[in-house]
């Protein structure tokens, strides 16, 4: 069944005709799985929606079987999820699942602060995000702060200068991406968060690696407490 209040994907799939253009010549399964990763951490495919094989192939001008094989691609990392006769649907994430991604995210963010070395550090990438989610916050524009924060994580991870960590944390947010989606109010999740991305900045900005793993430590508490709470509440009146 899809969530109330969301719009089938076949009036969705009418988005990604632009998204054609991105593929060219070379359109393979993981481009497309690309695609479909970035559209369904923005939300235009939300937590539960059925994604049609018509709607989004004719969308995207590709064949069924490569289509089919993104599609697994996808759902190994657990971002969809195939139901037997049914068809394929963007996952809707258990509160199980919200604790284990953020048990990877202090393995992974943690340690690539952990690993700096001798300062100066590259921050830019860190910085940008944090002056991003000050903008849209100050713009009350919800999913831009949402996305932001996002921005900032992923630099954080970034900064261990490993592609193999950083395409981990892609996926592990893409899919926490889908618990912000069925929250309410973004605002109240991410706002508050704001000034410590900042104090994490400064302190990174300042060559204190030691002080900067430990305020993400307690960053990453926190939020998971806030959410997993919320997001369990939410679910349990679905």
């Not at 903008?135 to 630099?155: C, G, K, M, V, Y």
Request: glycine fraction near 8%.
């Amino acid at each position: 069944m899809e969530p109330d209040g969301y719009a089938p994907a076949s009036g969705l799939a009418a988005g990604l005709e632009a998204d054609r253009a991105l593929l060219g010549r070379t359109s393979t399964a993981e481009r497309v799985a690309d695609i479909l990763r970035d559209r369904i951490a923005e939300g235009f495919f939300p937590p539960g929606t059925r994604l049609s094989e018509d709607s989004v192939g004719g969308a995207l001008g590709v064949s069924r079987n490569t289509l089919r094989e993104a599609f697994r691609l996808l759902t190994h990392e657990r971002l969809l999820v195939h139901e037997l006769n049914r068809g394929v649907f963007v996952r809707v994430v258990t509160v199980d699942d919200l604790n284990d991604i953020y048990r990877v995210r202090r393995l992974v963010e943690c340690a690539a602060v952990r690993g700096l070395g001798e300062p100066p550090y590259e921050v830019r990438a860190v910085e940008a995000a944090v002056l991003a989610g000050e903008r849209a916050a100050r713009d009350r524009a919800w999913q831009d702060l949402s996305t932001a924060n996002i921005r900032f994580h992923q630099a954080i991870v970034s900064l261990a200068g490993s592609p193999r960590a950083d395409e981990l944390m892609r996926a592990v947010l893409a899919e926490l991406r889908l618990v912000f989606h069925v929250m309410a109010d973004p605002r109240r999740f991410h706002a508050p968060y704001l000034v410590r991305n900042r104090q994490i900045l400064e302190v990174l900005q300042g060559g204190d690696a030691v002080e900067a793993e430990r305020l993400l430590a307690s960053y990453l508490d926190d939020s998971q407490g806030q959410l997993a709470d919320a997001y369990g509440r939410k679910m349990s009146r679905r």
